[in-house]
């Protein structure tokens, strides 16, 4: 069992649309972490949250934790081709545990 | 600055040999660890060394083994290799280990068993 569900599996859109995709968890975090990953690359560290509720920005992504610290969320505005890539989430208990992340495909 | 380095990039090795996997950290970090990614799912935690301790491990058979050295580099053993060992093996490095400090990753070896 994946302590942490990633969904979707899959995402196809095309440049200038939005997407969320969306990592889940029964199990409270103090602190929750996002990567991308492109092919033949290692994960890239994007943002961490820690505070229940929190919201954080980076340029056109918007990440979000959820208040009860069990859930977090990634939003993109006006997806572009150099968003394609491998997003995952991460739990850091001085390991990290990923979950099996959403595959984002950005069609231009 | 040189980031995380891994080497080699790419090896194929058949069923039943050995290999091992070379990790540089980033200037300064003194902790590494080691992660495997199978296609279709996020990487999977193996080892982690700090100070040339083990630190932490994950599921993996006993046929996984690594260590560090004193330049806080690290190697990465797997003896009597299985098909379902074809992966990408990670190394990470950060400052020290624990949740405070965030992970870089290195690029990566691709082991393909035949």
């Known amino acids: 069992t994946q302590l942490l569900e990633q969904s979707p599996q899959f995402l196809s859109i095309q440049e200038g649309e939005n997407l969320t995709v969306y990592c889940n968890s029964s199990?409270?975090?103090?602190?929750l972490q996002w990567y991308r990953q492109e092919p033949g690359e290692g994960p890239v560290l994007l943002v961490t949250?820690?505070?229940?509720?929190e919201v954080k920005k980076l340029k056109r992504l918007t990440f979000q934790f959820g208040d009860a610290r069990k859930d977090s969320s990634l939003h993109i505005t006006a997806a572009q081709p150099g968003d394609t890539g491998l997003y995952l989430c991460?739990?850091?208990?001085?390991?990290?545990?990923f979950g099996a992340g959403t595959t984002v495909t950005v069609r231009a | 600055d040189a980031g995380v380095t891994q080497s080699p990039t790419h090896l194929i090795k058949t069923r039943g040999q050995h290999v091992t996997l070379r990790c540089s950290p980033i200037s300064g970090h003194k902790s590494v660890s080691w992660y495997q990614q199978v296609l279709g799912q996020g990487p999977q935690f193996i080892f982690q060394y700090y100070e040339k301790e083990e630190r932490g491990r994950g599921n993996f058979p006993d046929r996984f083994s690594a260590r560090q050295f004193p330049n806080y580099s690290s190697e990465l053993n797997v003896n009597a290799l299985l098909l379902g060992d074809s992966a990408l093996y990670l190394c990470?490095?950060?400052?020290?280990?624990?949740?405070?400090?965030?992970?870089?990753f290195g690029s990566g070896t691709r082991l393909t068993v035949v």
């Open positions: 991460a739990v850091n208990d001085y390991k990290l545990s």
């Open positions: 990470a490095s950060s400052p020290r280990g624990g949740f405070n400090y965030g992970y870089t």
């Open positions: 199990s409270v975090f103090s602190s």
């Open positions: 949250v820690v505070t229940g509720g």
